[in-house]
């Protein structure tokens, strides 16, 4: 198997490429399509994780800190999300898991959407994706099903908030329960993005572990309803909008051009968004709408405890090329007033 370095120097189809010949070596029978790479294994657990990067070059010069465990390059390291695609190689060398290799997440998840349209049926007991920043996190996204936030945070995990990855559209389609666990990779989308090759170790070590443990299926439950960052991607982003507009128009001191106003304003952002994250090749953390509803739909207190979440999970709020933050008009206080707590009174340098 090559090194890690060389996964991170791959081009995407080039990785694609080495990585369908290298599962064929180790015997697994690879189905590869058109935005994913799938290989049927023999353990009941699917391994998930995208092959592409936001950086527009490869990162010719790698640099390491004198002990070896942490790199970085000026070019961008682009551990998001090579750590989970070596993470998974070094995995299958002690259980044969599933594993699910998909193109495109950073512009929109459109591997995970192809492997969604293509039919394929996998019978696991649960989804392991590898693609989150940090060391310790577990994020379940929409899926809600306690006994499996239970089996996972019992091997030391903490479950933590997140907006979308590929198990977003994977877990609901294979109606299986799923988890984004970190994979050791910090300051993600950004040429300071460094790779903590010890947490990522320790990370292959736990999820063997969870991989033989033998369980029962753990079924993809929905939540009700979930308060968190919306993305452009999401399918429901339109009902949202038209909820935020809902929430004004049920507030006593709205009228129906404000309305109108909110609602174009809403739909034209999502419109200019989306062309941007085409031409500019930009995805989750680059083209984001949060959407904060206000009014009678959320009272105030509840929209802090929203901002509070959105900020803790963004490390420099600003620095989100193109998000957008629709704020319903009578919860301009609150806002400023969360922000104050937070950082200056404009919002800059929130951390």
């Known amino acids: 198997m090559i090194n890690f370095d060389d996964i991170l120097r791959m081009r995407q189809k080039e990785l694609k490429h080495y990585l369908s010949g290298h599962l064929k070596k180790e015997g697994y029978e690879v189905i590869s399509k058109k935005g994913f790479l799938y290989a049927k294994g023999d353990t009941p657990v699917l391994l998930v994780a995208h092959l592409d990067t936001v950086h527009q070059q490869l990162p010719s010069i790698i640099c390491r800190s004198d002990d070896g465990r942490y790199l970085m390059s000026p070019q961008g390291i682009g551990g998001d999300d090579r750590c989970g695609v070596y993470m998974i190689l070094q995995i299958i060398n002690e259980v044969r898991c599933h594993v699910l290799f998909c193109e495109d997440e950073e512009t929109g998840g459109n591997g995970a959407r192809a492997f969604a349209g293509s039919g394929i049926q996998i019978d696991v ?31 030391g995990f903490q479950e933590r908030m997140g907006s979308f990855s590929d198990i977003s559209v994977i877990a609901p389609y294979l109606k299986t329960a ?46 009700n309803f979930s308060y968190r960052q919306q993305t452009l991607f999401d399918s429901n982003c339109f009902r949202f909008d038209f909820l935020a507009c809902v929430g004004i128009y049920r507030h ?9 106003v909110f609602f174009l304003f809403c739909i034209g952002i999502k419109f200019i968004l989306v062309i941007a994250q085409s031409i500019f090749h930009v995805g989750y953390g680059n083209g984001s709408i949060i959407l904060i509803f206000g009014g009678t739909v ?7 405890v929203e901002i509070r979440r959105t900020l803790m999970r963004v490390d420099d709020f600003f620095s989100v090329r193109c998000a957008i933050c629709v704020i319903t008009f009578d919860s301009r206080k609150c806002i400023r007033h969360t922000f104050r707590q937070y950082g200056t009174d404009s919002g800059r340098d929130i951390r």
């Open 252 to 260: 006593r001191d709205s009228n129906s051009f404000y309305r109108a």
């Open 125 to 155: 007991n649960y989804i392991v994706e590898m693609d989150r920043r940090g060391n310790n996190d577990a994020v379940f996204y929409d899926c809600s099903n306690p006994e499996f936030t239970e089996f996972v945070c019992a091997f």
């Open 298 to 304: 959320l009272p105030n207190e509840q929209i802090r």
């Open 178 to 223: 799923a988890v984004n666990i970190s994979a050791g990779y910090y300051s993600e989308h950004r040429l300071n993005e460094v790779i903590d090759t010890f947490a990522m170790q320790n990370n292959v070590g736990r999820i063997i572990q969870m991989a033989l443990t033998q369980t029962e299926k753990f079924p993809y439950m929905k939540r």
